[in-house]
């Protein structure tokens, strides 16, 4: 008998949706978005409308795999093996290491986009910690805009989803809304119906940009003198002057920075025309409530982190602030709650050295002492989303360093695995999740049951700790204990389970939709903007300062890899078997004599990726795109866009710096 149960989307997408799960027998029947939460609004994307195929599919890693033979052998061979021996075998060939090279040998590789306090943090951080392992600093996503926003306002929500119906002009700068957080797309359909304008600032013509007021196509990696220059036309009018007196710091400083920038220097850089840039001068000084969504397609950039910055700046320089529907959003996240995962750990962070997530490979290449003998990947495929690729796949491929992959399907990272170990996924686990764009949390329950021997992540690091006697008397372990653990730590705690109890899900203890500058405040210890922190000015090497275009007279091209809408990053890859084309623009493709559907090469000095072109009017010449998130499979020779993308990093918070590699194409057959 058919049942439906409620659940919430904890995958890497601002909207956090409610569920409603049709289940069958322990099987997921169907999914759609629930009415429980206004901003999901009763539908979800396709991705996971059809994740029965996910689930269920071929690729569904079913009992522990071990490795027979070589791992560059060029078909992996792997024989199952039950949970007992490959969890003997993991904790012996750890045990040996730590007593051989100590813990930080040992590199824990995860990524918690997709994956909620349970999953992510609790037991799985506590057995690394416990083991003395190195450490993760995770920057594929969202460090540079961390480190900005916190910079500029501390702690504070920017402005909520729903509110973006309020505004008058609304900025998409970096964010493509239809692909990643499609629930947007309608509140800015009904802010437009009301009258609002729409700016987009985007290399790429998305899909909202075809109906904007504005598009500036900026080429990637120059948003900083963009946004600087857009500041200086603001402070010379004066908009937000009044705003500025009694709310910022460092505003003579930023004028004089942005003063580096004119309109027209600005727009040569980005090859626009200098009359677009003014029109957004005009359309943003102009309009109130104005709300900038900032996203993160150009934190991925050696400027990144001051472009955020100055992107963040101009909602105050601008006087956008203190109206509900003005000022900026980007991630609603940890800077809403007071609740967090830290207490269901524990066991306090270890003081051992930190590896760079978007340097695996060079971190695999170097022998300094301890070397790395053993990275353990879960919610993860570096594989295929790390930067460096071949020096990546290289590194996981030796046969001195143990790999270890819990997944739930078969990656281009497990296969490089000596011990693959079956995942379950996010229905079939409890999880609590707290939006990054819905401010919202849930406390989801399984509603499904694993299929074959599944695990979870506690289940799994919950037997490691007891094999390697790393449990501690009063230790949390059980689900209801690390969740109980959570939400005590809390001052707000109590009252959000009794709204999910009440309701099923909870909300902020300042409300779902607070006004900066009029509920809350930044969490600067002045509780002001704080336009040029001197952290990030060191931390950047001065912030606001460009870096120019590393494009090359062999490596011409700007290769940018975007989000798709049928993946988060890598997740569920493995269900589209057909290639992905490099996108390239009519003229570029003229200029080397490729038509569309010929086969082509993409290099630079790190590698090649082989593949069919597509000529495509939505890029302007110059730029080229393949997709983030692709597999191995989804090229002709296996290599990806992270195969040409360089381990160079942003200006701030260590942020990989994906938009930043340059490439030269030419058809296969031309033999360059
Ligand atoms: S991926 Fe995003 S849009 Fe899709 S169900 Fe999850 S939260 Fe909703």
């Known amino acids: ?59 569904r890693v079913l009992t522990p795999l071990v490795r027979e033979g070589k791992k560059t052998d060029a078909a992996p061979r792997f024989r199952p093996a039950g949970w007992d021996e490959a969890l ?96 947007l797309v309608p509140i800015i359909d009904r802010a ?40 200086g036309a603001l402070f010379e009018r004066g908009t937000g002057a009044a705003f500025l007196a009694e709310h ?41 409530p104005a709300v900038i969504r900032c996203g993160w397609g150009f934190e991925r950039n050696r400027n990144g982190g001051s472009a955020v910055a100055a992107v963040l700046a101009l909602a105050a320089v601008g006087g956008k602030l203190g109206v509900r529907g003005g000022g900026y959003t980007t991630s609603n996240g940890d800077v809403a709650w007071t609740v967090g995962p830290e207490a269901a750990i524990g066991a306090p962070p270890a003081k051992t050295r930190t590896i760079n997530m978007s340097r695996l490979g060079a971190a695999l290449r170097d022998e300094r002492d301890p070397r790395l003998e053993a990275v353990f990947v879960y919610n993860c495929n570096p594989a295929a989303t790390a930067p460096d690729q071949v020096a990546v796949r290289a590194g996981l491929a030796r046969d001195d360093v143990f790999v270890v992959v819990h997944e739930q399907v078969m990656t281009d990272t497990a296969r490089l695995a000596d011990v693959v170990l079956p995942a379950t996924a996010f229905l079939e686990h ?21 299929p074959g021997e599944a695990r979870s992540n506690n289940q799994l690091f919950g037997e490691l700790l007891r094999r390697m006697d790393l449990v501690r008397p009063g230790d949390t372990a059980s689900e209801d204990e690390l969740v109980d653990a959570i939400f005590a730590a809390s001052p707000h705690g109590a009252a959000m389970r009794a709204e999910i109890a009440a309701r099923g899900v909870a909300t902020p203890p300042l409300g779902d939709r607070p006004i900066p500058f009029v509920d809350v405040f930044p969490g600067t210890p002045d509780r002001k903007v704080h336009l040029v922190p001197a952290h990030l000015d060191a931390e950047a090497g001065g912030l606001y300062v460009y870096k120019p275009d590393p494009a090359t007279e062999a490596y011409p091209l700007a290769l940018i890899s975007p989000a798709l809408s049928t993946q988060i990053s890598s997740t569920f890859g493995q269900l589209r078997r057909k290639e992905f084309p490099l996108e390239l623009s009519a003229e570029d493709a003229a200029a080397r004599g490729i038509a569309d559907g010929d086969e082509v090469r993409v290099w630079n000095d790190l590698g090649e990726v082989r593949c069919a072109a597509r000529i495509s009017r939505d890029l302007r010449p110059g730029v080229v795109l393949l997709p983030k998130g692709m597999w191995s499979h989804h090229s002709r020779n296996g290599a990806t866009a992270n195969a040409l993308i360089p381990d160079g990093l942003a ?15 030419a058809r296969a057959s031309a033999g360059a």
């Not at 460092?250 to 942005?258: F, N, P, Q, T």
């Not at 707290?434 to 401010?439: E, K, L």
């Open 1 to 59: 008998m058919a049942e439906t149960l409620r659940s919430a989307c904890p995958l890497d997408c601002p909207d956090l949706c409610s569920l409603d799960v049709t289940v069958e027998a322990g099987k997921v029947v169907s999914v759609d978005g629930s009415a429980l939460t206004p901003i999901t609004d009763g539908f979800i994307c396709g991705k996971v409308r059809n994740i029965a195929e996910h689930l269920y599919g071929d690729d």
């Open 88 to 183: 003997d075998l993991i904790a012996s060939r750890l045990r040996a290491i730590v007593a051989r090279s100590g813990g930080e040998a040992v590199l824990p590789y995860h990524y918690g986009g997709s994956n909620g306090w349970l999953s992510e943090g609790a037991l799985t951080t506590r057995f690394f910690r416990r083991l003395g392992a190195s450490n993760l600093d995770r920057t594929f996503c969202s460090a540079a805009v961390a480190a900005a926003m916190r910079g500029l306002y501390g702690v504070m929500p920017g402005v909520a989803l729903e509110d973006y119906a309020h505004a008058k002009l609304i900025v998409l700068w970096g964010v493509n809304p239809s692909a990643t957080g499609i629930h």
């Open 192 to 231: 437009r119906a009301a009258g609002a304008r729409l700016i987009v600032v985007d290399p790429r013509r998305i899909p909202l940009a075809r109906r904007a007021d504005l598009h500036l196509a900026i080429r990637p990696g120059t948003d900083l003198p963009v946004a600087l220059a857009i500041l």
């Open 248 to 288: 910022a710091t460092g505003v003579d400083e930023l004028r004089a920075r942005a003063a580096r920038w004119s309109i027209a220097a600005a727009a040569r850089e980005a090859g626009v025309p200098a009359a677009d840039l003014e029109r957004f001068v005009e359309l943003f000084a102009d309009a109130s």
């Open 430 to 450: 409890r999880e609590v999740r707290r939006g990054y764009g819905a401010m919202r949390l849930f406390d989801a329950p399984a509603v499904a049951t694993p």
């Open 651 to 665: 200006d701030l918070g260590g942020q990989a710096a994906y938009n930043d590699a340059r490439v030269q194409v």
